[in-house]
């Protein structure tokens, strides 16, 4: 977090209808989501609207390796689409949905024509209301491992990069994204998707990383374990390790933790599969616009939550306060995670089998409980001798639509440094 930029503030939750009143505000977003354009089961429009209806500020479409530009026609009889069809047409009318033979057919199915993303922003966009970002989930492997990215506010797609090893395979899908961003002269930011999807990233890939900005700590796909197994630790667990060895040994930055959705099913529902509304961010910016809303979040100025609302984080005085927005019956935990300079840098295998491709195993002293605290207000004064605190707030209440049965409803705050002397 750009720590001379945060000043206390007091904050209303969501300004609905606000505007683009140049109000530093809460924008509610969802960062990773499919359509039609690759493996989603619905057309942008059901999915956009989705967003909209449900209060979001902003959505970015990221479908599988490319952007939804140009024509594409859906045959909803060779999947499971047929029921999007159906639901697309009865809400969004005839007048609107295009369906019959696409160019050079004459007989066979009715197929349907997928919106580009300029034609479904026209329809939805409001100003200070809601916003659609450009977006790609550039989706690469190193042989087993998958590599997936979400590039925010890309301009022009970027095809899948390879490399030598899971590291730089990673470091070379980020770098397609910093170097369009560079050449553009666009703000674009780099997220790394779901580390433990297939067991693909591992706390070692993803630390020594330039140019990513944002990190999943949590992905609302039911496939992706985001708590781990016997031999995979969690997303948590990752992040702290990915935090302390680029802060404490690779001088490189913070990564921020996003939460999202990558939501396919929007014609079912219930828990497991990839619903939406599970993993979201909420950035504090002035403007709803793409340039604002990655500013914001390049400087850490945004939480990510599962159902936890903030009303607001404040970070002066190298004291870093949360404030919860309480729900009926609801109890929370906050607990303050970092890691102490001089901590304990030994790690050791998780498996006597090299080729296991696992997290190594750290000491206690990384990503550490340095406080626990209950209630809806919870604050802790760094002392200067940390590499980062953040704050993970954890609430009694179950996940309406859980990705896995019985996750409670969380909250990530961003990590923050000591700014004594600095
Ligand atoms: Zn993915
Ligand atoms: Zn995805």
Redesign the pocket.
């Known amino acids: 977090m750009n720590l001379g930029l945060i000043v206390s503030l007091v904050v209303a939750a969501i300004a609905a209808g606000a505007g683009q009143s140049g109000q530093l505000q809460w924008f509610k977003g969802n960062l990773?989501t499919?359509t039609w354009w690759s493996d989603g089961d619905s057309p942008p429009e059901t999915v956009v609207g989705w967003y909209k209806e449900h209060g979001y500020n902003f959505l970015v479409l990221?479908d599988h390796n490319g952007l939804s530009e140009g024509t594409k026609w859906i045959n909803p009889e060779k999947s499971t689409k047929s029921t999007a069809a159906t639901l697309y047409e009865k809400k969004y009318g005839p007048g609107w949905v295009e369906n019959g033979q696409p160019p050079g057919k004459t007989e066979g199915p009715t197929y349907w024509r997928a919106k580009p993303l300029a034609e479904v922003r026209a329809f939805f966009e409001e100003p200070g209301r809601f916003l659609l970002i450009p977006g790609e989930?550039v989706s690469a492997a190193f042989e087993k491992h998958p590599v997936?990215l979400c590039a925010l506010n890309l301009r022009d797609a970027i095809p899948a990069q390879k490399g030598k090893d899971v590291t730089e395979t990673l470091q070379n899908n980020v770098s397609a994204i910093v170097e369009q961003s560079a050449k553009t002269g666009t703000l674009m930011l780099a997220q790394i998707?779901h580390p433990n999807f297939k067991w693909g990233l591992t706390a070692e890939d993803i630390m020594p990383t330039q140019g990513a900005t944002l990190m999943e700590v949590y992905n609302g796909h039911g496939s992706v374990g985001n708590s781990g197994d016997e031999q995979h630790p969690s997303l948590d667990y990752i992040y702290d390790a990915v935090l302390t060895r680029r802060l404490a040994e690779l001088n490189l930055s913070i990564i921020y933790g996003t939460a999202t959705d990558?939501a396919h099913s929007f014609t079912t529902g219930g828990a497991g599969g990839s619903h939406p509304g599970r993993g979201w961010v909420v950035v504090r910016a002035r403007y709803l616009t793409p340039e604002k809303i990655l500013k914001a979040m390049q400087k850490g100025d945004f939480y990510a939550s599962t159902g936890v609302v903030l009303k607001d984080v404040e970070f002066h005085g190298d004291t870093l306060s949360i404030e919860i927005q309480p729900a009926p019956g609801v109890t929370y935990r906050t607990q303050f995670i970092g890691t102490l300079a001089g901590y304990d840098p030994k790690t050791s295998p998780r498996s006597p089998d090299p080729k296991a491709d696992l997290t190594l195993k750290y000491s206690d002293d990384v990503g550490k409980v340095l406080s626990e605290q209950a209630g809806t207000k919870a604050s802790y004064k760094l002392t200067g001798n940390e590499l980062y605190v953040r704050a993970k707030v954890i609430s009694s209440a179950k996940q309406p639509n859980p990705s896995v049965e019985g996750d409670v409803e969380l909250a990530w705050v961003q990590p923050v440094r000591p700014q004594a002397g600095k």
Request: overall charge negative; charged content about 30%.
């Open positions: 990773h499919h990221s989930e997936h998707n990558d």
